[in-house]
């Protein structure tokens, strides 16, 4: 039988006693399988059995079939379904309002990322040293991670409200003039872009610290025999240090900013003239609506997973051959 | 000089800071403060920031204009159904990937790896086909069996159970325990911290989430509270004071498990990944 290193005599002697009570079943294969899946090796595959089964029915499973479903045309309940074969592809590539939302999202990641990834590192320089307000500060700024979307959205909408909100009025009083923050084409997207980085730029600002607190103190201590002062210390000894989170932080930002929903539908739900429709907006209307459409909401989500793979391995293979 | 050139640099980027946290303080705590408004104050001009006019006819609104006292049990429903099953299937899992050696190994781990790299966005079509195929459409079941699974989670648990020491399975195999009287009994305790961080990061994930909700519980009784909020907020006839009053009351208990388990919140966020 399986033993784990040399120290299980004991369950060994065990186990050979039972095998002599039955030394008819020796040679067969399903007493001895069931045998191997009771052993300490072979319970492993009863501990991942779950995960495995979920794993492939709710994630590979529908990402199969989003592949498949992407040739075809079909209604929400499937009970009316077409092949399509490339139909779908030269729809979606002359569908004005789906390259809008290519264009859209990818707006909206050219705003959102810089300040995420770069921005959060800068803040989280400010606040690594574990001092009594540094952790005041840390624990403010991630307060909005744990709020949800919603309640983040009715919040915004109407502290910037066009006639009531409060942040317009402020503005006002200072005599900016009276600013129509979701119903303006050219500035509504910034507006989108700033509560989602409102809300999540905590957690990057939050892993930044931790990747800072781990670099090793006398790197510092040399950097500072040789006379850098905080700023050059920052640049020549914490930002090499702390690559790997960069690239982390760098990768995870951008495969979420290009799938961006929750903020959007509940602020603009990607008005004005869709100028905030990103392009998972888009597929979920189109998914989801009374004119549901599942086969050509499948092409977009195959479109655009095609975009955020190709995205995340041009960077891991940037970061491999910097890293090397 | 140089003391005074410090010390300005100190000050300008403790007022950056300063700016920053207000800009998360103040409006929370207006938002907070407005739950308690009256909607003629509320849509008043100019706009207050304190409570001139204390009410609590807003979340009697709630109940009255949206179920909301259904929607909070639907989403307790989904955060304490996915949470109790997450730490189960994936510490599970964790366990057997940090622990046992046993044949494919690799191709499973790989495999549960790779599911982290599906965006759910790009699924949520097909996975709300499979849901609905399955007879699961507008059901507990439907809302929560699929968000159990998680790839991350399971990283997690694995990091956490490969630090512990051999001997404990070995001495808990020589009492005659079985694997499962191992895992569950001997080894889990072990890593009560990141099982807390699991719970935590479930249960906040699970209690916010709007787009799955949405999709598939879309039945007015299955609605939680994210989801329920959105859509009415969605109607035309919207009434401020009330969703001001369901948003404190969807941030609240996440406000106060955070005061008692941040430290939880942020380990859990830094080490299974970042979410959004």
Known sequence: MQVRGGCCLPSNIKTGAVMNNNVMDKGNIIY?????????????????????????????????????????????????????????????FSDKRFLNSLKVTLIFTALEVPIQVLGAMAIAALISKNTYTNKLFRAIYFLPVICSATSIGIMWKMILHSNVGFFTYALQSMGLGKINFFNDTHLTIFVVAFISIWRSFGISAIVYVTAIQNVNNSLYEAAEMDGANKLEQFIHVTAPSIRPTFWYILMTRLAGSLQIFDIIFMTTDGGPNYTTESTVTYIYSRAFSSSASMGYASTMSVILFVIIMTVTVVLYRRMNAEEA | ????????????????????????????????????????????????????????????????????????????????????????????????????KFLGKNVFFILTLATMMIPFQVIMVPLFLVVYKLGMYNTYWGLIIPRVAVAGSIFMMRAAF???????????????????????????????????CLIILSINGSWNDLLWPMIVASDTKMRTLANGLALFVGQNSIQYGASFAGALISIAPMFILYIFGQKYFVEGMASSGLKG
């Open chain 1, 32 to 92: 001895r399988i069931r045998k191997y899946l009771r052993s300490a090796e072979g319970s492993a595959y009863y501990f991942i059995l779950p995960s495995i089964v979920l794993l492939i029915i709710f994630s590979i499973i529908p990402l199969i079939v989003s592949f498949y479903m992407a040739f075809f045309n079909a209604n929400m309940t499937l009970d009316q379904v077409s092949f399509a074969g490339l139909d779908n592809f030269k729809q979606a």
């Open chain 2, 1 to 100: 000089m140089e003391t005074v050139k410090k010390n300005t640099a100190k000050g300008i980027a403790f007022i950056i800071l300063l700016i920053l946290a207000l800009l998360v303080v103040v409006p929370l705590t207006w938002l907070a403060l407005s739950a308690f408004k009256e909607e003629k104050e509320i849509l008043a001009y100019p706009p207050t920031f304190f409570t001139h006019s204390f009410t609590l006819k807003n979340f009697a609104n709630t109940a009255k204009r949206i179920k909301i006292i259904r929607y909070i049990m639907n989403s307790v429903i989904y955060a304490v159904g996915t949470t109790a099953l997450a730490v189960v299937v994936n510490a599970m899992a964790g366990y057997a990937y940090a622990r046992k």
């Open chain 2, 162 to 196: 490969a630090g512990l020491p051999v001997e404990l399975e070995d001495a808990a195999r020589i009492d005659g325990l079985s694997e499962w009287g191992i895992f569950w009994r001997i080894m889990l305790p072990q890593v009560k911290s990141s099982v807390i």
